[in-house]
């Protein structure tokens, strides 16, 4: 019977300030790990705005999209004549276009979740909370809590 051996890598690459201790004799060491701290908790903060930014842009793409989808199926229903089929090549062109930005947001995407995964751990990202444990009981009419 073999035993599955667990994986520390993840441990390895871990970004801690205050286990260093090559600090320069004339640099105050509580201040260098404060501006530590300070330019990890910046740099966490940039990529949030720039995950929420990607996040609304491809919601607007995506939005974009489905509406030219249905502008299109209704087009090809509706009639026949050449002002529709002016739309429909128009429409089609549209489509196409956004289709390629499709690509790019795709790209966009997966170059974000490598820049995600290549980020060093760090105090405040190391542990998540998993789930949060409700209190055991149930409320009684006059709102006490029976531990039963």
């Known amino acids: 019977m073999t035993t599955k051996r667990l994986d520390y890598s993840k441990w390895d690459h871990i970004e801690i300030s205050d286990d260093e201790d090559d600090t320069h004799p004339n640099v105050d060491t509580p201040s260098l790990f404060r501006w530590r701290h300070q330019a990890r908790m910046d740099r966490m903060e940039r990529d949030k705005k720039e995950k929420e930014e990607f996040q609304k842009g491809k919601g607007d793409h995506q939005q974009k999209f489905q509406q030219l989808k249905q502008k299109l199926n209704e087009v090809e229903r ?36 490598k820049k995600e995964k290549l980020t060093p751990l760090n105090i405040d990202t190391i542990c998540k909370e998993g789930r949060v444990e409700k209190e055991r009981g149930r409320a009684n009419e006059e709102g006490k809590v029976d531990a039963s």
Do not use: I, V
Not at 87 to 104: I, R, S, W
């Open 78 to 113: 509706s009639r026949s004549d050449d002002q529709a089929a002016k739309d429909l090549e128009n429409l089609k062109l549209e489509m196409d276009a956004l289709q390629k930005q499709e690509e790019e947001w795709k790209k966009k995407e997966e170059e974000l979740m």
